[in-house]
């Protein structure tokens, strides 16, 4: 079984992260860039965790100068439900 991580954790690869939160949301993947920082999440903060999926190769997860800083986790809605903001 892969290791789990915690916010604050330096990622040892990059990769397809599964996110386990506190009752809140059901899990998903995000990616992970190799020595990022794995973000808290603003609901359940330093309870999350991650696990590494599968690794991806540092040119796969970036395009060019093109990259998406991770930080903490959004709700959405307080209620559940609903969609992410849309970027203007």
């Known amino acids: 079984m892969q290791p789990t991580f915690k916010p604050g954790d330096v990622a040892p ?3 397809i992260y599964q996110v386990r939160h ?8 995000v ?6 920082q794995f973000p808290a999440c603003r ?3 330093e ?3 991650f696990r590494l999926e599968r690794m991806v190769s540092e040119s796969k ?3 060019g100068s093109f990259r998406v800083v991770l930080e903490e986790y959004s709700v959405w809605k ?3 439900g609903g969609s992410p903001p ?3």
């Open 13 to 15: 690869c990059s990769g």
């Open 22 to 29: 506190v009752q809140h949301r059901l899990e998903h993947n």
């Open 31 to 36: 990616t992970i860039l190799k020595d990022d």
């Open 43 to 45: 609901k359940c903060g």
């Open 47 to 49: 309870l999350v965790t």
């Open 61 to 63: 997860a970036v395009h």
């Open 78 to 80: 307080e209620n559940g």
């Open 86 to 88: 849309v970027a203007a």
